[in-house]
């Protein structure tokens, strides 16, 4: 009884093995044919691996299984034989790898392993089968990312840099270079500025180094103080940086004598200021009269930060009457690094001017129709010999003549309120007086725009009137009264239904029969007076908008964007919105607004303007698009078509790159429930190998007919008598072409 119990065991495991070595040679002969793809990834993050489930037209999905390398047992396997994806059975064998992968359906199908390890490397084929198509094989090849060495950063001349490269000067050139060894893949070197790309062009050179040659032809004066950054890259590891702080000498930015220019008194002295800005090293001031330095007057010169004063004494003579004095600023480290700043230095004195009202005008209470009278008020010497009147910036008087002295506006407007200034000169210059404002009170009119507006309005339907007027004064000393005609009816509205907020006065409306729909009045009143011209508003039937005008497109081939931009029709009397349908071009062009066409728009965007951004559109295809408006009481018709839009592939790149640039982030909570998944499954798994050692020898008979069934699917599985359990008839068997037999 023993030998014999030993001799069928030592029968089976010879088959088991013969098995195992026939599909082995199979498999690795199979994945010859196959393209591989290659997978980075850092050890100790997550990897995923893709694989296309995408079933042909008319069949569906029947089981997918993961191998590694050339083994011939799954790594992972996905059953939907019962239904669709969400309710597939997950499977993994229970070694260290399969606790760690699962495999995601949703966002496009791939296998995730959790914390790569070194021994994870390898080539994954995934393995898919149809109910009634050829099976489908993809290779991936999992890499780990080996990270490049530190950086090391050399100046122009070949020097290491420690920590700070420079000093640099400014409008001069800057060249620092960044070398890295080692890394795989090979690593990307690119330069950054706080945050941002500035240089991202590298070479390799001998030894495998690879460097990022930084240039700039003109040094900018933001750079002083700023810090560079070299990053080494191997996607996906993450960055190796070296950081260099920049030392730039700047020039002088500005000089100013800022001491007001003022008459100078002959014989008196006067101390004027001098300040530089922006000069590092701090600048080197010096004053000069007519161009000769000033050897013998006395100055001081005081440095901080970023500034450089210098106090002049001066004592000036009637000879230096209209010479030129300048204030010099230089570093010594820029050659001809220069800034001036000049004046003429005047011994008499330009006209000193103000502005004054009439003694018999209250500037509080001026109203329209008052005569106003001002007066340029003029110290001069030699006397001004020229006057101009500015109201704003519009001259509006001007005499060559003292004449000119007074300016009278009799019957003033509310449009001559505003500043008022007096230009006075003479052979020395000119003076400004300051601004006088005046203030002119007015009786209130409707605001610019608002005088006759019409509001759409349905029946029953509550609507907000709004009357909005100019006034001074305003604010609580506007009152408001409102009337409703209708035909040659003119009622007066309560003044409990009027709200009063500032210039702005509304109330609320609800036409319930046709007869109320009429024409609103509102009158304003102040203090000045009455609102001579009521502002009118029509309440009219509420009608359907009309369709939009002048639409086009316009595109853009840096950045990909395809825009349907369009101007707004007749809102029908309420707020309407727009909506653009794209469809493939062939569609029905008969389609109405809301209503789908043949085979319905591939999708519709909703906008409060008539302006659209295109996507998910295919290059060389052409579609169509429907623009049109919509309110409470429907769609403009018909809408509006634009036909033969196409993008092309260049501009569908650039549109896929900035979608997979908003792409990457994991999420956590999906992944430790993967994880609990993977601990089911696993027990699972156990489970199931009980059973399908139990039907070994079954397995064995079957094995070498099933080896020669090539890229056949199990759609025989519904052949199964109902009075057999499927679980006890199944098993899974891998053959020569890739596909997967049910038995």
């Known amino acids: 009884m023993t030998s014999c119990f030993i001799l069928v065991v030592y029968f089976f495991s010879w088959i088991l093995w013969d098995f195992q070595q026939s599909l082995a040679d199979d498999v690795l002969d199979f994945q010859k044919e196959l393209a591989t793809k290659v997978v980075w990834a850092a050890q100790g993050q997550d990897a995923e691996l893709p694989c296309d489930l995408t079933a042909p037209p008319g069949d569906r999905l029947n089981m997918v299984l993961w191998f590694k390398d050339s083994t011939g047992i799954p790594l992972y396997s996905l059953d939907s034989r019962t239904g669709d994806l969400t309710t597939a059975t997950h499977w993994a064998i229970s070694d260290e790898l399969g606790t760690r992968s699962y495999f995601l359906t949703n966002g496009g199908a791939r296998l995730r392993i959790a914390r790569v390890t070194a021994q994870d490397e390898g080539v994954f084929r995934c393995r898919v089968d149809f109910?009634?198509?050829?099976?489908?094989?993809?290779?991936?090849?999992?890499?780990?990312?080996?990270?490049?060495?530190?950086?090391?950063?050399?100046?122009?001349?070949?020097?290491?840099?420690?920590?700070?490269?420079?000093?640099?000067?400014?409008?001069?050139?800057?060249q620092l270079s960044c070398h890295v060894t080692g890394g795989r893949p090979q690593p990307e070197v690119t330069w950054w500025q706080e945050g941002?790309?500035?240089?991202?062009?590298?070479?390799?050179?001998?030894?495998?180094?690879?460097?990022?040659?930084?240039?700039?032809?003109?040094?900018?004066?933001?750079?002083?103080?700023?810090?560079?950054?070299?990053?080494?890259?191997?996607i996906p590891a993450p960055p190796v940086i070296r950081r260099v702080a920049l030392e730039v000498y700047l020039k002088p930015l500005n000089v100013k004598i800022v001491t007001s220019n003022e008459v100078l008194s002959a014989g008196k002295s006067r101390q004027l200021l001098c300040e530089s800005t922006g000069s590092v090293p701090p600048a080197r001031l010096s004053w000069l009269l007519d161009g000769e330095p000033i050897k013998h007057a006395a100055t001081v010169v005081a440095d901080s930060i970023n500034s450089t004063k210098s106090v002049l004494t001066l004592r000036p003579d009637?000879?230096?009457?209209?010479?030129?004095?300048?204030?010099?600023?230089?570093?010594?480290?820029f050659p001809g690094g220069i800034l001036e700043d000049r004046r003429f230095l005047r011994i008499a004195y330009p006209p000193v001017v103000s502005v004054t009202l009439g003694t018999d005008v209250d500037p509080e209470n001026l109203k329209e129709g008052d005569d106003v009278r001002l007066t340029c008020e003029i110290r001069a010497n030699p006397e001004a010999d020229k006057i101009i009147w500015y109201h704003g910036t519009q001259v509006v008087f001007r005499n060559d003549s003292t004449n000119g002295r007074v300016l009278t506006i009799q019957g003033i407007r509310r449009e001559d309120a505003g500043e008022y200034v007096c230009v006075a000169s003479n052979k020395e210059g000119a003076a400004r007086s300051r601004a006088l404002f005046l203030s002119i009170q007015f009786a209130p009119v409707c605001k610019p725009g608002t005088e006759e507006v019409a509001m759409g309005?349905?029946?029953?339907?509550?609507?907000?009137?709004?009357?909005?007027?100019?006034?001074?004064?305003?604010?609580?000393?506007?009152?408001?009264?409102?009337?409703?005609?209708?035909?040659?009816?003119?009622?007066?509205?309560?003044?409990?239904?009027?709200?009063?907020?500032?210039h702005v006065s509304t109330i609320q409306y609800a036409p319930v029969s046709e007869t109320d729909f009429g024409t609103l009045a509102c009158w304003a009143t102040n203090p000045v007076g009455r609102q001579l011209k009521p502002c009118l508003i029509s309440i009219v039937h509420?009608?359907?908008?009309?369709?939009?005008?002048?639409?086009e497109l316009r595109n853009s081939s840096s950045t990909g964007r395809?825009?349907?931009?369009?101007?707004?029709?007749?809102?029908?009397?309420?707020?309407?919105?727009?909506?653009?349908?794209?469809?493939?071009?062939?569609?029905?062009?008969?389609?109405?607004?809301?209503?789908?066409?043949?085979?319905?728009?591939?999708?519709?965007?909703?906008?409060?303007?008539?302006?659209?951004?295109?996507?998910?559109?295919?290059?060389?295809?052409?579609?169509?698009?429907?623009?049109?408006?919509?309110?409470?009481?429907?769609?403009?018709?018909?809408?509006?078509?634009?036909?033969g839009v196409k993008i092309?592939?260049?501009?569908?790149?650039?549109?896929?790159?900035?979608?997979?640039?908003?792409?990457?982030?994991?999420?956590?909570?999906?992944?430790?429930?993967?994880i609990m998944s993977n601990?089911?499954?696993?027990?699972?798994?156990?489970?199931?190998?009980?059973?399908?050692i139990t039907f070994t020898t079954f397995i064995a008979c079957r094995v070498r007919n099933s080896s020669r069934r090539v890229g056949r699917t199990s759609s025989n599985l519904n052949n199964v008598p109902d009075h057999i359990s499927k679980p006890s008839r199944e098993s899974l068997v891998e053959d020569q072409g890739g596909g997967i037999s049910l038995n």
């Open 542 to 551: 509420a009608k359907r908008p009309d369709p939009p005008r002048s639409c």
């Open 131 to 174: 109910f009634n198509s050829p099976t489908r094989n993809f290779r991936v090849n999992l890499t780990l990312v080996v990270s490049p060495e530190s950086p090391t950063i050399l100046d122009g001349k070949g020097d290491e840099v420690a920590g700070v490269a420079g000093p640099f000067l400014e409008g001069y050139d800057l």
């Open 562 to 643: 395809l825009d349907v931009v369009c101007e707004p029709g007749s809102n029908g009397g309420l707020i309407q919105h727009f909506i653009l349908e794209v469809c493939e071009a062939g569609q029905d062009d008969q389609a109405r607004p809301g209503q789908k066409p043949n085979g319905g728009p591939l999708y519709r965007l909703l906008g409060p303007v008539p302006r659209f951004t295109l996507h998910s559109l295919q290059p060389d295809t052409e579609y169509r698009a429907l623009v049109y408006a919509k309110n409470a009481m429907g769609s403009s018709e018909p809408p509006v078509s634009i036909n």
């Open 457 to 502: 309005a349905m029946r029953h339907e509550t609507l907000e009137a709004r009357c909005e007027v100019l006034a001074s004064p305003g604010g609580s000393t506007l009152k408001f009264s409102w009337t409703y005609s209708k035909g040659r009816d003119v009622l007066p509205i309560p003044a409990s239904r009027i709200v009063h907020k500032g």
């Open 679 to 692: 601990v089911i499954i696993a027990g699972i798994g156990a489970i199931t190998c009980v059973i399908l």
């Open 318 to 333: 009637v000879e230096d009457d209209r010479k030129e004095l300048a204030c010099r600023s230089e570093n010594p480290h």
């Open 196 to 234: 941002l790309l500035i240089d991202d062009i590298s070479e390799s050179v001998r030894e495998g180094a690879v460097v990022n040659r930084l240039f700039l032809s003109s040094v900018q004066r933001g750079l002083r103080g700023a810090t560079l950054e070299c990053r080494a890259t191997s």
């Open 648 to 674: 092309t592939a260049a501009m569908a790149k650039l549109t896929r790159d900035d979608a997979l640039a908003s792409q990457g982030k994991v999420n956590m909570s999906a992944f430790w429930t993967n």
